[in-house]
């Protein structure tokens, strides 16, 4: 499958597995939080889910009060990161991503840990997003950081196609 049929492949599957979205969520976020490579960092990257994704927004609730947390900003082709204290700060932006309204944060070396969305991602951690390449321009800057893929499990598959632009996780948590 190419890129674009994955996109396609993996949408349907999300519209056939809505009804465990929640429960599934709580699982991953629950390996997320219990993951070595999360408990050592300080500075962490995270993502405020869309409907469709892994449900971070409690995560996010519980663990700005313990770590130093950003959001992604999408400003044009760019995500810029602001730092999260809390929820009143979150404003719908580009796509209906809630976003920080916190400090701008350029100190990319300082983040530990970055955990990445994705529409499908494989055992070698190639990653597939929605196609307009944010965390690829974006992962380069965070050159000490550890590069998690977070997903439900039918979104790891055998193969995703990839291309010299496309950034490999590190690791993927899912169930
Ligand atoms: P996604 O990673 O969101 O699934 P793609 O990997 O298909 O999206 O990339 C989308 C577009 O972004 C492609 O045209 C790709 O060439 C471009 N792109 C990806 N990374 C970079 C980069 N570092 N610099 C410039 N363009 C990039
Ligand atoms: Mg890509």
Same mark, same amino acid.
Do not use: C, R
């Given at each position: 499958m190419n890129k674009t049929e994955l996109r396609k492949h993996i949408k349907l599957l999300k519209s056939q597995h809505q009804a465990t979205t929640t429960a599934d969520s709580g699982i991953i976020m629950q390996l997320l939080a219990d993951d070595a490579h999360f408990l050592a960092a300080k500075t962490v990257l995270l993502y405020h889910s869309?409907?469709?994704?892994?449900?971070t927004h409690q995560f996010i609730e519980e663990w700005c009060l313990k770590k130093q947390l950003l959001l992604p900003v999408v400003v044009g082709e760019e995500l810029e990161l602001r730092l999260f204290q809390?929820?009143?700060e979150l404003k719908i932006g580009s796509f209906g991503i809630a976003e920080p309204t916190g400090p701008l944060f350029?100190?990319?070396? +300082?983040?530990?840990?970055v955990a990445v969305p994705g529409m499908a991602f494989d055992r070698n951690g190639h990653r597939l997003g929605r196609g307009k390449g944010y965390y690829d321009r974006l992962l380069? +800057?965070?050159?000490?950081a550890y590069k998690a893929g977070i997903c439900?499990?039918?979104?790891?598959?055998d193969e995703v196609p990839v291309e010299p632009t496309d950034i490999t996780m590190d690791g993927i948590i899912t169930i």
């Open positions: 869309l409907s469709d994704e892994v449900n809390n929820m009143n350029t100190d990319y070396a +300082k983040i530990d840990f380069p +800057k965070l050159t000490n439900f499990p039918y979104q790891v598959v």
